[in-house]
C-alpha cells in the first residue's frame, strides 16, 4: 500500500487551495489537495513539509489531522493521509507548473477530484458534533443550535411518520437554516419529502443498493464493525456513527468496543465516522486522536 500525504490550506476567506494533476500522470486532469507520497522513513508531517516546499514554495509550520483512509484505485491501492495546514510561511505558487486555484468549501466539486479525496471534502463541510434528539425533544432548544452549527438527528422511538413530520417541520419553522444540517432517523421518504437528511439503520444498509438520496441531502449511517462501515461505503454514505464506544445507559447489554477497537476500525473506513456511546463535548479531542469526525450523542448534548 503507497502512503500518501495531502495539505488542506485555507485562507482568510475560508476558499481552499486545489492543485490540478498534470497531463502524463495518474488521474490526469482532476483537481486535488497537494501533498505526494512519503518516502522511506519518513513520518507523514515530515512527507507533507517536504512537498509543500518543492510544489508550491512554502514552509509548513503545523498540522492538525482531518481523516486518513485506504482507497483501492484498479492501478493501485494507497492510504492518503489528509491533514489541515494551520499554519505555514511563505505564498503558494506553482512550482512544478500544477494549475493551482482557491476554492470556497461549498463549491467544491467532488466529481472533478480523485475517489480518494472525496470523503476528504466531505469531512471539511460535516461539523465536530453530531446531535440525536432524545425521545421528547425540547423544540425551543433548536434555535440554539443557530450558534453550534452542529448536525442534528430527530429520532423518536415509537412515534408514527405523522409525529416526526412534524416534529421536523416544527425546527425548521423555528431555525430555517437548520435545513442543511437537520436528518430524519430512518425514514427516507419523509427525508425525500422535505428535503432534508436520513440517518440510516444497519439493517437498511443491507437491504439498499444504492445512496437513497441526492448528493445534496446527507446521508448517515449507524455502524457497528467493520463491514457494516464498508456496506456504508460502497452504498454511498457521507458519513457513520460508530457504536458503542463506552459504556452507555441506552443500551447497558451491548459490550463497548473502547478507544483502542474504535480507532483500529475507523483506520479501515473509507468515510467520516462520529464516535457514539458514552461519549460527549468532552471526548472531542480522544475522539480525534482515535481518527474519528467528531463525537455524536443524546444526553451528553
Not at 472533478?112 to 453530531?130: C, G, K
Not at 417541520?169 to 419529502?193: G, K, S
Not at 473502547?258 to 472531542?284: H, I, K
Request: charged share 25%; hydrophobic share 45%; glycine share 8%.
Amino acid at each position: 500500500m503507497i502512503e500518501v500525504a495531502a495539505g488542506v490550506l485555507t485562507d482568510a476567506r475560508g476558499r481552499v487551495l486545489l492543485m490540478q494533476r498534470k497531463p502524463g500522470t495518474h488521474l490526469a486532469g482532476t483537481w486535488e489537495f497537494p501533498g505526494g507520497k512519503l518516502e522511506r522513513g519518513e513520518h507523514i508531517e515530515q512527507a507533507l513539509m517536504r512537498e509543500l516546499r518543492e510544489e508550491l514554495g512554502i514552509e509548513a509550520r503545523s498540522f492538525a489531522p482531518l481523516i486518513s483512509l485506504p482507497w483501492r484505485y484498479p492501478e493501485k491501492t494507497i492510504r492518503l493521509h489528509a491533514l489541515r495546514v494551520t499554519d505555514w510561511r511563505g505564498e503558494p505558487r506553482a512550482r512544478e507548473g500544477h494549475p493551482l486555484r482557491w476554492v470556497p468549501i461549498p463549491d467544491m466539486d467532488p466529481a472533478e477530484m480523485p475517489a480518494a479525496d472525496r470523503p476528504i471534502v466531505t469531512a471539511l463541510r460535516l461539523p465536530l458534533h453530531y446531535i440525536i434528539t432524545p425521545g421528547d425533544p425540547d423544540l425551543d432548544a433548536g434555535a440554539r443550535l443557530r450558534a453550534t452549527g452542529a448536525l442534528l438527528q430527530v429520532r423518536l422511538p415509537g412515534r408514527d411518520r405523522a409525529d416526526v413530520r412534524a416534529c421536523a417541520n416544527d425546527l425548521l419553522a423555528r431555525v430555517p437554516e437548520l435545513r442543511a444540517r437537520l436528518l430524519i432517523n430512518a425514514d427516507v421518504e419523509v427525508a425525500r419529502e422535505l428535503g432534508i437528511g436520513v440517518h440510516l439503520r444497519a439493517a437498511q444498509l443491507r437491504e439498499l443498493r444504492q445512496r437513497p438520496l441526492p448528493d445534496a441531502q446527507w446521508v448517515g449511517a449507524s455502524c457497528h464493525d467493520v463491514d457494516e462501515l464498508e456496506r456504508a461505503a460502497t452504498i454511498g454514505v457521507d458519513f457513520a456513527t460508530l457504536s458503542p464506544v463506552c459504556e452507555t445507559a441506552s443500551h447497558p447489554e451491548a459490550s463497548p468496543l473502547g478507544w483502542n477497537r474504535f480507532a483500529e476500525l475507523v483506520r479501515d473506513a473509507r468515510l467520516p465516522v462520529y464516535a457514539l456511546g458514552g461519549v460527549g463535548p468532552a471526548d472531542l479531542d480522544r475522539a480525534r486522536a482515535a481518527g474519528a469526525q467528531g463525537v455524536a450523542g443524546i444526553g451528553a448534548f
